[in-house]
């Protein structure tokens, strides 16, 4: 196709800004936006008008000169709108978590395969130039063995009252350290606290550990004093710190490690203590980039980065942690690796 027509379904807080950079993207028409609030709908009508406003989804899908639709509505709602977008054959870009269940993610992935459709989710932070320097970074062996990573997001608010912390925050993070890592997690732990509403948990501390011995530690939570946006990666020999509420300085790698003793003979480790660089990191747009990825995926039929099986592994990650808030932190084992159960000490 030459150009991309789309339409956004979902024009709330998150919605606007997909709207905007579909808008903008090169070899896209951005043809419909859709959202049940009347007041949402025009005030965006009012700044794309050359975009038909509806608030009946069924508009768009019948509409065959429209090749794709970006989802950008609540979570609980991804599932079902997914599914009657790729039913009605259009290509689709569903913001994350992609689905609130693993098997509604893998039945989403195997029905865009059916349809040959391209399925595509919203993992912004691998479109952030900062995480594409890291990942080339730790691509380029400069990190030595990576070892393990911490991440953390916290802010006061926004509180949902349709999905915990861990559902709303921590698919950022857990997006990255798969793609940073180039792997799936075998167990996985969570602890969590309901301080503001009973059984959404405002606050969550989840492990993953990788089965080479590699681990991820997350702290996400909406109910603390500082916006902290930090990714910790710590390698054999240097360790990287990526600020995201840094306005220039958003990496920062330390040469600082810990020398093991060669032999078995007995040694104690030294701690060895280098430079700190800042790189400089190009400046760009995550969700702009994001965006024009979808137009380009789909214009060259293409399988893009954060596909179907990407926001189907960050799902299940996130089942698991969810089952081990249940199980008071207990670990949980990893479907693909083993059937689903709760490892006991």
Known sequence: ME??????IGLGHWGKNVARSFARARD????YLCDGDPVRLAAQAALYPGAVATADLTTLLDDPTL???ALATPAPTHFALGTRALAAGKHLFVEKPMTLAAADAEALCAQAEDAGRTLMVGHLLEYHPAVAWMKAYLDSGALGTPLYLYAQRLNLGIVRGDENALWSLAPHDISVALYLFGA???????HGACYLQPGIEDVVFAYLHF????????????????KERRLVLVGSRTMVVFDDMAPMETIRVYDKGAVC?????PAPVTVRHGDIAIPYVPAGEPLATECQHFVDAVRRGVAPRSDGQDGLRVVRVLEAAGQSLRTQGQPVRMRHYD???????
């Open 28 to 31: 896209c028409d951005l043809c």
């Open 3 to 8: 150009r991309l027509r789309i339409g956004v």
């Open 261 to 265: 003793p060669e032999s078995d003979a």
């Open 67 to 69: 090749d794709a639709v």
């Open 184 to 190: 799936e997690p075998d167990w996985v732990s969570a």
């Open 339 to 345: 059937q689903p159960n709760v490892l006991r000490a």
């Open 211 to 226: 089965p080479d011995g590699r681990a991820a530690q997350l702290h996400v939570s909406w109910l603390d004093p500082h």
